[in-house]
């Protein structure tokens, strides 16, 4: 914990004043193994397709979309009388934002084009138009939350909270 503590990612997480940028996201969240310059390079083509596509700021289109569907929660597995249960759990506004990237890479990831350029592009642009992977991913997640609606008398903590953000948004 205590190396943890002096990480960088420590201090996104639980920073409450950290200025979340889904650009840096988006390359934190595609570098894999060490190649931060071909994430970089990636990122950076599919931004500039983005600029030329829709011509606006980039920043703010970014975040427009993604903050559309940002999940509300994700889920506990807890056993209760030899049953496991995918229990809704409240999560905070940058976990839940960096939780949307990793939905939106990895389905961008399973698209069937040829280069991983048009597929971050293609993806972003079902998003921006309202469906794809990740968008199904998001509804199954409300669907599943309010199929284990009666078992949230197990989260004592914050039962009321959560409830009343289903009802908020209109899922309960």
């Known amino acids: 914990m205590r190396l943890a503590k002096r990480s960088n990612s420590f201090n996104r997480l639980y920073y409450k ?4 940028s ?8 595609f570098t894999r193994k060490g190649y931060k310059i071909y994430a970089y390079n990636i990122i950076s083509k599919f931004l500039f397709k983005i600029k030329t596509f829709y011509k606006q ?3 703010i289109l970014l975040t427009n979309v993604f903050n559309k569907y940002v999940p ?10 030899a049953n496991v249960y ?8 940058n976990r839940a934002k960096f939780v949307l990237i990793k939905w939106f890479l990895n389905a961008s990831v399973m698209r069937s084009e040829h280069d991983i350029v048009l597929r971050l592009f293609n993806e972003f642009n079902d998003l921006y138009l309202g469906y794809g992977k990740t968008v199904k991913k998001i509804e ?5 939350a ?6 949230t008398r197990f989260l004592r903590k914050r ?4 409830l009343s953000r289903l009802k908020k948004y209109g899922v309960y």
């Open 17 to 20: 004043n950290y200025k979340f």
């Open 159 to 162: 039962r009321k909270v959560f």
């Open 22 to 29: 889904y650009i840096i996201g988006l390359v934190s969240c």
């Open 146 to 151: 309010i199929k284990n609606r009666p078992f």
């Open 140 to 144: 199954d997640y409300y669907a599943l």
């Open 57 to 59: 700021d980039i920043d």
């Open 86 to 93: 995918s229990l809704p759990w409240l999560i905070e506004s």
């Open 72 to 81: 509300l929660f994700s889920f506990l597995t807890k056993k209760i009388a």
